[in-house]
């Protein structure tokens, strides 16, 4: 799995349970060469304001705005260094906020191909193209490779490959109830990672999302599935060449 963007991903998840309604605003634009630009923004609520700084001391930083900070920095050194993002732009926004824009050449490239065990697939047939995104246990084991704080104990509720022997329920109640507030698990479950995807056709089919035009789709899940993903999360979507 290629996907190194390993603060940007930390920012993804530390933030995802914090916000309103969709967690991490994410879209997506890929263009007929398999390059585009992925948009990402997250703001957290005001509950998780203190239980994000608890995790960021037992983490080893002063709150969670350091913890912020230099996951941005980190986020920009990673990159900078990529041979395959023709630009980026990664800011704060706001005290608990974030956003990044990321012009990539190839999204198999970005994501990890389905032959490395990665996220992101493309397959034609005929004149129709598939993007497929998949999301599973051994998946997010290899996420955890590529982002050595996520293996941190203070962190581990955060980590999808750490939550195996774990049922989503019990993961929602027991765990994120605790950290913030069982006031707030309605909140919570609310909670979902979705991302609108443009395509560079007509779309002629959609699994795991909803067409929201003729060229657009919109996947969503909800967060504690992502994290306690026993079962493959399957994104899928069909156009015409």
């Known amino acids: 799995m290629t996907f190194k963007l390993k603060s940007l991903i930390l920012l993804s998840l530390l933030t995802s349970i914090a916000l309103s309604s969709c967690m991490v605003e994410q879209s997506l634009t890929l263009n007929p060469d398999h390059s585009g630009v992925w948009n990402l923004e997250g703001e957290a609520m005001a509950f998780t304001a203190s239980a994000l700084d608890d995790l960021a001391i037992l983490g080893g930083y002063n709150d969670a705005t350091a913890l912020y900070d230099e996951a941005v920095v980190n986020s920009r050194t990673d990159l900078a260094k990529r041979d395959d993002i023709k630009s980026y732009r990664v800011n704060r926004m706001g005290a608990q906020g974030w956003k990044a824009d990321i012009e990539f050449k190839d999204i198999e490239t970005l994501l990890g191909s389905a032959e490395a065990q ?26 955890s490779e590529l982002i050595p704080m996520m293996q941190d104990p203070s962190f581990s509720l955060f980590n999808p490959a750490a939550t195996g022997g774990i049922g989503e329920e019990t993961y929602i109640t027991g765990i994120l109830g605790f950290t913030f507030g069982e006031e707030n698990i309605p909140a919570i479950r609310r909670a979902s990672i979705g991302m609108d995807v443009t395509l560079p ?41």
Do not use: Y
């Open 118 to 143: 990665g996220i992101a697939e493309i397959s034609s047939r005929g004149t129709v193209s598939t993007l497929t995104l998949r999301f599973d246990r051994e998946r997010a084991a290899q996420l």
């Open 201 to 241: 056709g007509n779309i002629t089919s959609v699994s795991g999302g909803t067409q929201t035009g003729d060229r657009t789709v919109l996947f969503e899940t909800p967060f504690t599935r992502f994290m306690v993903p026993d079962d493959e999360i399957n994104w899928s979507v069909s156009w015409q060449e």
